[in-house]
């Protein structure tokens, strides 16, 4: 898994071909879908490691993980062994009715690796499988509804969640809801979310505000990312998680953590929560849990997932795709490779050199008005009215051949999440370029 971090770029970026498929692509999928302008998209035809390749030939240096996807690079060789593997006997199998094997066992993986881990093994967890990371926030907000009787639900300003409808009504941007408002079923409240640095006043000001909510409301769960990802890398205060957890168990609320994106080592450790002592009661998981195809998880101790109705025939909560057995082998390879290897990645230290290296370079620019990050998730805010955002800044990337996406409610940040197996080198040499070319041409 070499790092050569060179860009090589064969064409002008987007070449031909993308630009011809873009054209194409413009008449066929509703124009909501794909970002296309001159400078974007590129179309990928291969990716390996940390690096991708488009259609035309030229190869991207991958600061993004393909969402967050590939932490453990694209392709591992593991990962797609087993997909292989398991594609030669069964793809698809009956997930609530007649399952494949594999799904037992990924349900089984998944209590060790949250729950038994966090209990020291006097805990369980139990899972239902969805296939994309709304599924799994909504399974558990469905799980919040069967365990507490209650209906209503805090979620925090800036929180990203997905676009499903029940995941959606706890997603914090305007632009994502405003269309669909009345159509929104209203059960969530929301509180801001607390930045580091901001004083025990602010921290204060969430806790009462969470306390009057839960005075007056039918709350029965707190869902909250254990850093914004989407909302723009943001890193709450550390009393901020165990706050939440008094408060719900004083209020017969529970603690959901949607790890969809911090989970599995993003942010060097396997889930987020462990930065703190705190242990969620469900946990959403989804993205780099298989690092290739479609799934995501929501896992609940037993107790609280015990409120579940056991299954007579017919499934309270189910999909078609269900415990799909392509994707748990490869959610089960991917697990693997976690457990043996990410240690030795030295994620937090990486990404001190990253966030080091971001901020000697940056730190003092007039456009920049925050670096931060914890493991590698990384993100450099923009001030308001910077004469360019990143979105600009990233099509410039991409032209230098480094893929990178803008984050934050308003794209205000430029967010940096590299697959976790990139080297120190590379990520100072990323830096590098993000600061001498990116922002060359966006004061
Ligand atoms: C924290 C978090 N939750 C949920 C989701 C939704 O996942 P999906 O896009 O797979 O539905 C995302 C997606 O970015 C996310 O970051």
New binding site residues.
């Given amino acids: 898994m070499g790092d050569v971090s060179r860009p090589k770029l064969c064409t002008a970026i987007p070449g031909m071909e993308s630009r011809r498929l873009a054209r194409e692509l413009k008449k066929h999928e509703v124009p909501t879908v794909t970002w296309v302008t001159k400078k974007w998209p590129v179309f990928w035809r291969r990716a390996k490691g940390v690096h991708v390749w488009d259609v035309d030939g030229n190869r991207f240096l991958d600061l993004t993980s393909a969402?967050?996807v590939a932490s453990l690079g694209h392709s591992h060789p593991k990962v797609t062994a087993a997909i292989r593997k398991q594609s030669r006997d069964l793809c698809h199998a009956m997930g609530d009715v007649h399952p494949a094997e594999a799904k037992a066992r990924l349900c089984a993986r998944l209590s060790e690796v949250t729950f038994e881990r966090w209990t020291g093994g006097r805990g369980e967890g139990q899972a239902i499988l969805c296939n994309?990371?709304?599924?799994?926030?909504e399974a558990a907000l469905k799980t919040a509804k069967l365990f507490t009787r209650k209906r209503g639900v805090i979620a925090f300003e800036g929180a990203?969640?997905?676009?499903?409808y029940g995941?959606l009504e706890a997603t914090w941007r305007t632009d994502f809801r405003q269309p669909f408002l009345d159509q929104l079923g209203h059960f969530v409240e929301f509180v801001p979310y607390p930045r580091e640095g901001a004083g025990e006043e602010a921290l204060a000001a969430v806790e009462k505000r969470i306390r009057e909510l839960a005075g007056n409301r039918e709350i029965g769960a707190i869902l909250v990312?254990p850093f914004q990802?989407?909302g723009g890398e943001v890193i709450p205060p550390a009393g901020f998680l165990p706050m939440l957890r008094r408060l719900c168990d004083r209020g017969r609320m529970l603690l959901i953590a949607?790890?969809?994106?911090?989970g599995f080592w993003r942010t060097g450790k396997w889930f987020g929560v462990e930065h703190t002592k705190v242990v969620p009661d469900v946990v959403?998981l989804?993205?780099a849990l298989s690092g290739t195809l479609?799934i995501?998880a929501c896992v609940g101790k037993s107790e609280v997932m015990g409120a579940w109705p056991e299954s007579a025939g017919e499934s309270l909560h189910t999909s078609t795709f269900l415990g799909n057995p392509l994707a748990c082998a490869a959610a089960l390879a991917s697990l693997d490779v976690f457990e043996s290897e990410a240690a030795g990645w030295n994620v937090m230290q990486k990404g001190g050199v990253l966030l080091d290296e971001l901020r000697r370079r940056l730190g003092a620019h007039p456009a920049v008005k925050d670096i931060r990050g914890i493991g590698l998730m990384a993100g450099i805010e923009f001030v308001a009215g910077a004469k360019r955002m990143p979105s600009v800044l990233c099509e410039r990337l991409l032209a230098r051949g480094i893929l990178a996406l803008p984050s934050g409610s308003r794209g205000e940040v430029l967010g940096i999440m590299p697959p976790l197996v990139m080297n120190g080198e590379t990520l100072q040499w990323a830096a590098g370029e993000i600061a001498d070319f990116g922002f060359r041409i966006s004061e």
């Fill in positions: 969402f967050g994309a990371g709304f599924e799994a926030v990203y969640h997905g676009l499903g995941a990312e990802g989407r949607d790890e969809i994106y911090t959403c989804g993205k479609p995501s």
